[in-house]
């Protein structure tokens, strides 16, 4: 190692504390604060991301960097300069009173957004939405880009993705998807959409699912209730995930309990050498949603792995008794058009995610103005999925994202929705994937994607990591041709 990667490693292992003190009070706040707890968290979580500034912009630590460049580096050490530069250009462009702004902005508008659905009144929310546009629009321009002011809100959630990967992956699943559903044909309401169960019963349920996946529960992870399903890492020894019991429809509470374990799987494989670094976590939320949508959707939805778990569903669940597995691999995958994007199935999911690429897209480069958003939305809707929203709520106003400033976060969904259809691919060339999920085996699998995924951390950039572990460029047609094969002809 080279000596002044041990200076650099001292200096961002206090950056690495203050984000593992700040993921515990992110979970608390989800998981365990008294309501009005928030004010005084929000001062000491903007007084801590303040501080954490200060360090990232420490001279010092740029001339050790600038230093060490110079030098014969091995991966892990391209990888740490690689990820200090990213945060330490992105902490000097932006002015701190744009910063400011838009927390400011967006914290104000997180209320107002959840007051204009309840009331389905677009025109409260508009004026909102307008400044944040325009205030993503300037820290696009701080931030710099080569094409397309949309390129730099892409990089910022998704290191390294343009405007141009976005519109390659969407002109190619557009019509393919399209094609995909019109060959199908579509199965109205399941009656297991309205049965109601025990949460006990459910909670049982979901703890057999975890243990069988060998989710390391108490030792190095946890699992509670939460309005949203998420995941948090403090490190690689402490990864927590929370599920919901909406009390129906119960492949809502399993497949999020099984896309957060996918998460979580990731940072819980993440090499030991890693710990406390700047590397020792998921590199990007693409990749990250890659391996939460490959458990639940590539292993979670299909027939082997219904065939393999029926019985212990059965056990748990007294209503699925008579139910045989191909009745619940239906249930498991009804597709159908629907307005709202998280009860979206997997065939239709990235149609809602065009829509707003493209919405966004128009909004960041000003050519659309905001009055004209909803408009926009349903026509898109009506083209894209062929049903027409009646609200503003089941239509602009369904996603909480624009109003916490998330401009060119959506892509990165369907980016890890291809990436999990390429690694399918992949792995099935070298394992017998799904022998191993009907037989409730998945010690290999798991290998595979540690090998290939986990272990790396953040030492490879997202592209970069893919072309090393498969040997490919991000590639949605082998997203294509798994729906094509799963969804081909009477696929029920
Ligand atoms: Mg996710």
Same mark, same amino acid.
């Given at each position: 190692?080279?000596?002044?990667?041990?200076?650099?490693?001292?200096?961002?292992?206090?950056?690495?504390?203050?984000?593992?003190?700040?993921?515990?009070?992110?979970?608390?706040?989800?998981?365990?604060?008294?309501?009005?707890?928030?004010?005084?968290?929000?001062?000491?979580?903007? $007084?801590?991301? &303040?501080?954490? +500034? !200060?360090?990232?912009? @420490?001279?010092?630590? #740029?001339?050790?960097? *600038?230093?060490?460049?110079?030098?014969?580096?091995?991966?892990?050490?391209?990888?740490?300069?690689?990820?200090?530069?990213?945060?330490?250009?992105?902490?000097?462009?932006?002015?701190?009173?744009?910063?400011?702004?838009?927390?400011?902005?967006?914290?104000?508008?997180?209320?107002?957004?959840?007051?204009?659905?309840?009331?389905?009144?677009?025109?409260?929310?508009?004026?909102?939405?307008?400044?944040?546009?325009?205030?993503?629009?300037?820290?696009?321009?701080?931030?710099?880009?080569?094409?397309?002011?949309?390129?730099?809100?892409?990089?910022?959630?998704?290191?390294?993705?343009?405007?141009?990967?976005?519109?390659?992956?969407?002109?190619?699943?557009?019509?393919?998807?399209?094609?995909?559903?019109?060959?199908?044909?579509?199965?109205? $309401?399941?009656? &297991?959409?309205? +049965? !109601?169960?025990?949460? @006990?019963?459910?909670? #049982?349920?979901?703890? *057999?699912?975890?243990?069988?996946?060998?989710?390391?529960?108490?030792?190095?992870?946890?699992?509670?209730?939460?309005?949203?399903?998420?995941?948090?890492?403090?490190?690689?020894?402490?990864?927590?995930?929370?599920?919901?019991?909406?009390?129906?429809?119960?492949?809502?509470?399993?497949?999020?309990?099984?896309?957060?374990?996918?998460?979580?799987?990731?940072?819980?494989?993440?090499?030991?050498?890693?710990?406390?670094?700047?590397?020792?976590?998921?590199?990007?939320?693409?990749?990250?949603?890659?391996?939460?949508?490959?458990?639940?959707?590539?292993?979670?939805?299909?027939?082997?792995?219904?065939?393999?778990?029926?019985?212990?569903?059965?056990?748990?669940?007294?209503?699925?008794?008579?139910?045989?597995?191909?009745?619940?691999?239906?249930?498991?995958?009804?597709?159908?058009?629907?307005?709202?994007?998280?009860?979206?199935?997997?065939?239709?999911?990235?149609?809602?995610?065009?829509?707003?690429?493209?919405?966004?897209?128009?909004?960041?480069?000003?050519?659309?103005?905001?009055?004209?958003?909803?408009?926009?939305?349903?026509?898109?809707?009506?083209?894209?999925?062929?049903?027409?929203?009646?609200?503003?709520?089941?239509?602009?106003?369904?996603?909480?994202?624009?109003?916490?400033?998330?401009?060119?976060?959506?892509?990165?969904?369907?980016?890890?929705?291809?990436?999990?259809?390429?690694?399918?691919?992949?792995?099935?060339?070298?394992?017998?994937?799904?022998?191993?999920?009907?037989?409730?085996?998945?010690?290999?699998?798991?290998?595979?994607?540690?090998?290939?995924?986990?272990?790396?951390?953040?030492?490879?950039?997202?592209?970069?990591?893919?072309?090393?572990?498969?040997?490919?460029?991000?590639?949605?047609?082998?997203?294509?041709?798994?729906?094509?094969?799963?969804?081909?002809?009477?696929?029920?």
């Amino acid at each position: 190692m080279f000596p002044n990667t041990k200076e650099i490693l001292r200096k961002a292992r206090t950056i690495w504390a203050l984000d593992h003190a700040s993921s515990l009070m992110n979970w608390d706040i989800e998981v365990n604060m008294p309501t009005e707890g928030i004010q005084e968290r929000g001062i000491a979580a903007s $007084e801590i991301a &303040l501080l954490r +500034q !200060k360090l990232l912009l @420490d001279e010092e630590l #740029s001339s050790l960097m *600038e230093r060490a460049e110079k030098e014969e580096l091995n991966d892990y050490e391209r990888g740490l300069l690689r990820v200090l530069k990213r945060e330490i250009k992105i902490a000097k462009s932006l002015p701190p009173e744009l910063v400011q702004e838009l927390t400011r902005v967006t914290q104000e508008a997180k209320v107002i957004w959840r007051e204009a659905r309840e009331k389905d009144d677009y025109n409260k929310f508009k004026p909102y939405l307008e400044r944040i546009v325009e205030l993503e629009r300037k820290a696009a321009d701080f931030l710099g880009y080569e094409k397309h002011p949309y390129d730099a809100l892409l990089d910022l959630h998704e290191e390294g993705l343009t405007t141009d990967d976005a519109l390659n992956i969407f002109s190619l699943l557009e019509p393919g998807i399209k094609k995909v559903l019109s060959k199908l044909e579509f199965y109205g $309401e399941h009656w &297991l959409e309205k +049965q !109601k169960y025990e949460i @006990d019963a459910m909670r #049982s349920l979901n703890l *057999e699912l975890l243990k069988i996946l060998g989710y390391p529960l108490g030792s190095r992870s946890r699992f509670d209730v939460s309005a949203h399903p998420f995941t948090i890492h403090m490190g690689i020894r402490d990864v927590r995930i929370t599920t919901r019991y909406e009390g129906f429809d119960f492949k809502r509470s399993f497949f999020s309990t099984l896309h957060e374990f996918g998460h979580a799987l990731y940072e819980l494989q993440v090499d030991d050498a890693l710990m406390a670094t700047p590397l020792s976590k998921g590199v990007s939320l693409g990749i990250h949603e890659s391996q939460s949508r490959f458990w639940e959707n590539i292993i979670g939805r299909s027939m082997e792995f219904v065939k393999g778990i029926q019985n212990i569903l059965r056990e748990k669940l007294s209503f699925l008794r008579d139910v045989p597995a191909e009745e619940i691999y239906r249930y498991f995958n009804i597709v159908k058009p629907s307005l709202i994007r998280t009860e979206a199935d997997e065939v239709t999911y990235n149609l809602h995610i065009i829509l707003r690429f493209k919405i966004e897209l128009k909004m960041v480069e000003g050519s659309i103005r905001i009055e004209e958003v909803p408009e926009e939305w349903d026509n898109l809707m009506e083209d894209l999925i062929g049903i027409r929203p009646r609200s503003y709520k089941d239509g602009v106003l369904q996603d909480i994202h624009w109003s916490m400033g998330d401009i060119g976060y959506f892509p990165t969904y369907t980016l890890g929705n291809v990436i999990s259809a390429q690694i399918r691919r992949c792995m099935m060339r070298d394992l017998p994937v799904y022998e191993d999920v009907e037989r409730l085996e998945f010690g290999r699998i798991k290998n595979y994607l540690r090998e290939k995924v986990h272990k790396w951390g953040s030492v490879y950039a997202p592209k970069e990591l893919i072309k090393r572990s498969f040997n490919e460029d991000i590639d949605p047609q082998a997203f294509l041709e798994y729906l094509e094969e799963k969804y081909s002809g009477s696929y029920l």
